[in-house]
């Protein structure tokens, strides 16, 4: 089982910081729903940190290399689940992203993101290879991109996309030649062009569209992008008050509790809450890739990197998103946006990364 | 001893990796110091300049249509004044401003403000608002730009208050229901149907409410639309009910109170229900005032409660046709038995009078139920005993919700042994099982069951499910198959018999019509209102409710019903006669009372 010692080891930096920003998510999410009709979705969320914390603790009990010892098992029924979801699951607003377990509705994409790490520290940590070519990770990648394929046809770019950075960067650590790395950049470049003509659905491109020129469609695709930067904008330097934003609290910011609670915090916040969550983000991710240099494999120091980049593609995404910097895209923000799935694979994402720190000496 | 493998180029990547998130991070921090700091001036603008705020559609409710599609409950357009709070610069001034130009209280627009949801929620100062209210706003309209006036549908019954409890009424949502589940996703405000078929079907007849996003400048006027969700009109229900013959249910009590309800045997289709005294529903349907409601809540004569399903009675006589069924079917007695009534019976050390004091001598059970002897089920009672008794009233629907589709239902008591020992601790005694065989006593039924006791008679020994809508939104509702309680035809054919002699000459002759063939029984139940007689001793509290439970034409029944006059003495002298009116608007046949009004009419111009 656990030995006690290992505890002395535990990152409180790590913990607490992930605590601060789940207290400052339910903060958010109680001045966002207080004028809609789920005044009480704060408190779901507050339950939701409970069961969190929870799930990050008994993930601690596990050592982390038994866990990447069965990453392929772990693959196997990603892929069953989502294809079982792909074409049983039920459709809600005209997506298949659900799974009916006891009860809840969850949503396995978000897990699958661990799995993928689990699966990409098991290919490349147990590499014995000084440096790798494109031939070398044309398999995990295509493995990594059945994954995506599956949770894009559901569909959820958002959460597809994640994939992209956490296989990249790990290949890159687990020594990708710089050749291979500029070669990658452009297969991107041809895949995202033949992806816009055949893969993206026209709600999607019409996104894309619109985030070129807002203007094109104010009270459409636009509307999100537009009312957003002005909410962040008007925020000013103080912000308006807690509770107090007019954009977020008449209720036409779309899915303010959800991907867009960033816009929520930098309108009644201003600047300077902005800049202590992302602050506060900094230290999360730092924390994280630390744990990937002080790990005592190359399997965890893979694992921790490849959930610190997730992470790091999501936090920026989606501020970069609220700020109207690129397409709106369904990404939550770990840790402060509304959703159950969500926020305990970031818990036990978290757990991962403790898990990999306090295990740095042991034996 | 462990060994460590070589980190060095994993960790050298990383230490690249990191500094791009730094690097990520930081960029977007400037991004956000452009947005916020920079150009915040230019956003605070547009965030107070290109407001958009959302007007909820409110979806009309659902009509109800009587079953041959004539509005029953409708809409009609009205105006609400609205205050939003969000647009005013001097919320004092325009609340002072507002009320003197509707002739309001400032407390009652003040206490409508406090109790919004949100500082930015507009609210509702006035309901239904006439149209001079209207035009004196529009007039001030440059110093009140905070106020609005929305065309919302409102709650229309043009029958005003025939069959108000059926149809039932509208108000606002309570405090308590909003926290319920039933009422879940609604705001304060929201009306709902609060009794009757408007509380029954309320989510089907509410429909989806749409909204309009409109931009709307600093000064709160509105300068465009952004986006618009239309309302979803609820379905409109096709009820059983007839209205015309609701019209004639009202017309035949001329004003006394009780109630009466009739349906059709082999479906339970309720044609008509009537409790009197009614009140209005269009008094709700702005919010009911106070002292409206307080009087109508403790008035002794209780308009509020639906009779027909809520009333609690003992059956009296008209509890004879489940002793002779009981009797039949059980082979305590044939149609051949026969007791005789010397106008009482001694048993139990009490003497049990029958309703003829001089006696009916030697009757049968077909006599006996067109002269309601009291003997002869007093005989049969004892020989029954009152578990068959029991089990026969409760088979037969009495002393349990009859399902119909209203809400709060009662059921009534059908009294048994384990019952007393249960709820008082004392043993049953043979008296009562005498009180018990000719309706008195603890039993106690609802007006509907009794319709629906006279329905099973007529369509040959089924139970139906009483119900009031067809179809929901042109979908008809399924009929749930009666339950057969597998009658004997013997037993029919006495029922049919005894009950057909209760109007031929019997106890209920005063319901004969020239020309149709009835069935009918007669009770009365004992009221002891000693209560209310004491509060009023001028109240004819101390007579007995008149029943009367009837269905026609006899061999080919196509209406069951039951009618109850309070205080109105015997069935046969009271409710017979109502029960005649009814059944003559029904099948078109000129009543002895409806004759002589024609006659005036004829005479007067």
Known sequence: ?363 | MRIYEDLRIVQGRLSILQSMVVGLLALLLIHFWNLQVVRGRYFRAQAENNRTRAVSLAAPRGALLDRKGLVLVENRPSFNVVLTPEHSEDLDAAVVRLSHALGLGEAVVRERLARRPSQFHPVVVKTDASLEDVAALEARRMELPEVSVDVVPLRAYPLASAAAHALGRVGEITERQIETREFEGLEAGALVGQAGLESQYNRSLMGRDGYRRVVVNSRGVEVGEAERQPPVDGPSLTLTLDSSLQAAVEQAFAGRAGSAVALEPETGEILAMTSIPAYDPNRFTTGVDAALWGRLSTDPETPLMNRVIQGQYAPGSVFKIVMATAGLQEGVITPSTTFYCPGHLSVYNTIFRCNRPGGHGLVSVEQALAQSCNVFFYNLGIRLEIARIASWAKKMGLGAPTGVDLPHELGGLIPSPEWKMRTQRVQWYGGETVSVAIGQGQVSVTPLQLARLAAIVANGGRLVRPHLVRSVGGVPIPIEPPVDLGLKPETLAVLRAGMRAVVDGGTGWRAHLDGLSIGGKTGSAQVVGKARLEKNPTLTAIVPHGWFVAFAPADAPRIALAVMVEHGGSGGEAAAPVAREILAHYFGLASPRAATTAVVAEVAP
């Open chain 1, 1 to 363: 089982m656990i030995d006690r010692r290992l505890f002395f080891n535990l990152d409180w930096v790590l913990v607490a910081t992930t605590l601060i920003l789940a207290g400052i998510g339910v903060a958010m999410i109680l001045s966002a729903s207080q004028t809609g009709r789920s005044a009480d979705l704060y408190l779901k969320q507050l339950y939701l940190v409970g069961l969190g914390v929870v799930a990050m603790l008994t993930c601690l009990l596990f050592d982390y290399r038994r866990l990447v010892d069965r990453a392929f098992l772990f693959y196997l029924i990603a892929v069953v689940v989502l294809v079982y979801v792909l074409f049983f699951g039920p459709r809600i607003a005209g997506t298949r992203r659900w799974l009916g377990l006891f009860g809840v509705q969850i949503q396995p994409s978000e897990f699958v993101k661990l799995v993928a790490a689990l699966f990409v520290a098991k290919v490349f940590g147990d590499s014995r290879q000084e440096s790798l070519g494109l031939r070398d990770i044309a398999g995990p990648g295509m493995a990594v991109g059945l994954l995506a394929l599956l949770i894009a046809a559901a569909p959820d770019l958002g959460t597809a996309f994640c994939l992209i950075p956490l296989f990249l960067s790990v290949a890159f650590l687990a020594g990708l030649r710089m050749k291979a790395v500029g070669s990658l950049a452009l297969v991107l470049v041809v895949v995202g062009g033949v992806g816009w003509q055949y893969a993206l659905k026209d709600y999607q491109k019409s996104r894309i569209y619109t985030f070129l020129d807002p203007s094109l469609d104010p009270k459409g695709a636009g509307y999100q992008k537009i009312q957003s930067q002005i909410a962040v904008g008007s925020g000013g330097l103080l912000g308006k008050g807690y509770k107090q934003g007019s954009q977020a609290q008449l209720g036409y910011l779309p899915a303010r509790q959800t991907d867009f609670i960033f816009s929520v915090l930098a309108e009644e916040t201003g600047f300077l809450g902005v800049s202590v969550v992302l602050g506060l983000y900094l230290l999360l991710l730092w924390r994280m890739l630390d744990t990937a240099q002080l790990a005592r494999d190359r399997v965890g120091a893979c694992l921790a990197a490849a959930i610190a980049a997730t992470f790091a593609f999501q936090v920026v995404y989606n501020v970069a998103m609220v700020a109207g910097l690129v397409p709106v895209k369904g990404l939550p923000l770990p840790l402060l946006s509304y959703g159950r799935s969500s926020l305990l694979s970031s818990f036990l994402a978290v757990g991962l990364i403790l898990n990999v720190r306090m295990r740095r000496f042991a034996n």
